[in-house]
């Protein structure tokens, strides 16, 4: 029998809507207040996946996530890009001049910002999850608190939507990954997208040397992220998304690279949910 995922959030969350179409919409979950939570769940073994955001179209890259995947030598086995919108929910017979506070995740505040440069009135609080504010303000029947938070949130924990879609902007992704302990799967066909990481030399050219290893191989990047190695000050470790036609390819390069960079490691090989 499967073990439940474990997603940041509790249900009503992006998250827990990101398990259900991955996998299936009567997908157990663990419900953890923070990513490092989700990790100690998988390491605990009372998961088997994890879902977490890795990069948002208007807020960027979620950096302390990758440098979890990596320390903890976890294994990227899938991606899902969701369409988030953001809405302003609150209790019944409300009106958004009745509200005094608005609480939600400091990614959802960042994505709604300008909305709220209309009601100076409102006070913005960072909070843990979407979906637990919505659950807290249902729970306890709070009034002049409303929370930001998604379509399903607001049908379970029987929150009226005051504004719709109030993000700035409207196509609004985030990228989620799909993340287990070790993939131990040997079939490569219909693997397309790999996420990589390697450090280099300060040297002159050094990147732009293994870029061009990549295209030489046929690869196409999709995502690069540097990011500090916190022991060796002003050196970095570069975290790569690259997509190819046939999985040949990408053995050519990964094997060169090898030689070429420093630590260099596979975090992932799965298939491309662009396509």
Not at 68 to 82: A, M, P, T
Not at 209 to 219: E, F, G, P, R
Request: glycine letters at 4%.
């Amino acid at each position: 029998m499967n073990k439940p995922v474990a997603i940041q959030g509790i249900k009503g969350s992006f998250h827990h809507e990101v398990a259900q179409r991955f996998f299936s919409t009567n997908t157990d979950v663990v419900e953890c207040m923070t990513f490092d939570g989700t990790v100690d769940s998988l390491l605990k073994g009372d998961s088997d996946y994890i879902v977490m955001a890795l990069e948002n179209s208007i807020a960027g890259s979620i950096i302390p996530n990758y440098a979890l995947i990596d320390r903890h030598n976890l294994s990227i086995v899938g991606e899902h890009y969701l369409d988030i919108q953001h809405n302003f929910l609150a209790l019944a017979e409300q009106t958004i001049s009745d509200i005094k506070e608005v609480h939600s995740h400091p990614m959802a505040l960042l994505q709604c910002k300008v909305f709220f440069k209309d009601y100076p009135h409102i006070k913005l609080v960072e909070a843990k999850d979407t979906a637990d504010v919505a659950k807290q303000i249902s729970d306890k029947g709070i009034k002049g608190i409303a929370a930001i938070a998604s379509n399903n949130a607001a049908e379970l924990y029987g929150l009226e939507i005051l504004a719709e879609s109030i993000q700035t902007i409207k196509h609004n992704e985030t990228r989620f990954v799909i993340v287990k302990l070790q993939n131990l799967e040997t079939d490569k066909k219909g693997l397309n997208k790999a996420s990589i990481k390697f450090e280099l030399d300060h040297k002159r050219g050094s990147l732009a040397t293994i870029l061009n290893v990549m295209s030489d191989c046929k690869l196409n990047l999709t995502k690069i992220q540097s990011l500090p190695k916190i022991e060796t000050p002003w050196k970095y470790a570069f975290f790569v998304d690259v997509t190819f036609e046939d999985y040949k390819y990408y053995e050519k390069a990964s094997s060169i690279m090898q030689i070429m960079a420093e630590n260099f490691k596979v975090l992932g090989e799965y298939k491309n949910a662009r396509l």
